[in-house]
C-alpha cells in the first residue's frame, strides 16, 4: 500500500447508529487531518493531530470523536449524527511543519462518502 | 483573515482548447505558500504544485502552467491543449508559513469535452 488509505470508501448510516472511518498513511508523515467535504464548499478542516497529539479541533460537533493511536492511523468515530453530516470526509497527511520543514503539502486519501439517513 | 475565490464555478471546454483556472487570494501574512490540488471523480485530491511567496517566478510543467501575481494576489493555473482526463474539480488554497492549515478555496469543475 503506497500513500494514503481511508476505510470504507462508501458508508450508510442511520442517526442512532456508530461507525468509525478509517485512515492508514505510508508517507512516514507526523501530522494527519480529517476533512469534510460538503456541496459546494470550500472544504473544511475538522480535527489536525501532530505528532499523535491533537493540535486543531475547529469547533466540530461532539458527534464526531477523533482518535490518533500512532503517526500512520487516524479514527474518526461518529455517533448519533444527522443527516447534514452527509458528506466526503477526507483524511490528509503532511511533514509536520511547525518542526521545521518546509514540505507542508498535504497528500489526500480517496476519502469516505458519508450518507446519514 | 485568510480567503482564497475561486470565482469560476464550472468551466466546460473542447478537447485541444487552453483553458484558465482563476485564483485570488487574501491574506495580511508577508510570508504564505499557495497550492492547487486536483480532485478527479475517484474522489482523493492530488498535490499539483506549492509556490512560496517571494519566488514569483512562474512555473511549467508539462501542459500546465502557473502564473503567480503578488501584485494582483492571483496564483492562476492553466493547462495547454487540454485532454479528457483533465476533467476533474480544481482546488486553490492557502497557508501561512510554519502552519500546516489550508484555506481552500470552493473549487472550478472542469470539464473536458472530446
Known amino acids: 500500500e503506497t500513500g494514503v488509505t481511508q476505510t470504507p470508501r462508501h458508508l450508510v448510516m442511520g442517526m442512532t447508529n456508530k461507525k468509525s472511518l478509517k485512515c492508514e498513511q505510508h508517507?512516514?508523515?507526523?501530522?494527519m487531518y480529517w476533512y469534510k467535504q460538503s456541496a459546494k464548499k470550500p472544504l473544511e478542516l475538522m480535527f489536525v493531530?501532530?505528532?499523535?497529539?491533537?493540535?486543531e479541533n475547529n469547533s466540530v460537533p461532539s458527534r464526531f470523536s477523533p482518535e490518533c493511536p500512532n503517526s500512520s492511523h487516524l479514527f474518526l468515530h461518529l455517533h448519533t449524527l444527522q443527516p447534514e453530516d452527509s458528506a466526503l470526509y477526507l483524511c490528509a497527511s503532511s511533514q509536520d511543519p511547525t518542526s521545521g520543514s518546509q514540505n507542508n503539502e498535504q497528500f489526500f486519501g480517496p476519502g469516505t462518502r458519508l450518507t446519514v439517513l | 483573515a485568510q480567503k482564497v475565490t475561486q470565482a469560476q464555478t464550472e468551466i466546460s471546454v473542447v478537447e485541444k482548447e487552453d483553458v484558465t483556472l482563476d485564483c485570488v487570494y487574501e491574506?495580511?501574512?508577508?510570508?504564505?505558500?499557495l497550492f492547487w490540488y486536483k480532485q478527479p471523480p475517484s474522489g482523493e485530491l492530488v498535490f499539483l504544485i506549492r509556490r512560496n511567496s517571494f519566488d514569483e517566478q512562474n512555473e511549467i510543467s508539462g501542459r500546465y502552467s502557473w502564473n503567480f501575481q503578488k501584485s494582483t494576489s492571483s496564483f492562476n493555473f492553466t493547462i495547454t491543449a487540454s485532454q479528457v482526463v483533465d476533467s476533474a474539480v480544481y482546488f486553490c488554497a492557502l497557508s501561512g508559513y510554519n502552519t500546516d492549515k489550508l484555506i481552500f478555496g470552493t473549487g472550478t469543475r472542469l470539464q473536458v469535452f472530446p
Open positions: 491574506t495580511r501574512d508577508t510570508t504564505y505558500y
Open positions: 508517507l512516514g508523515h507526523n501530522a
Open positions: 493531530y501532530s505528532l499523535e497529539e491533537r493540535v
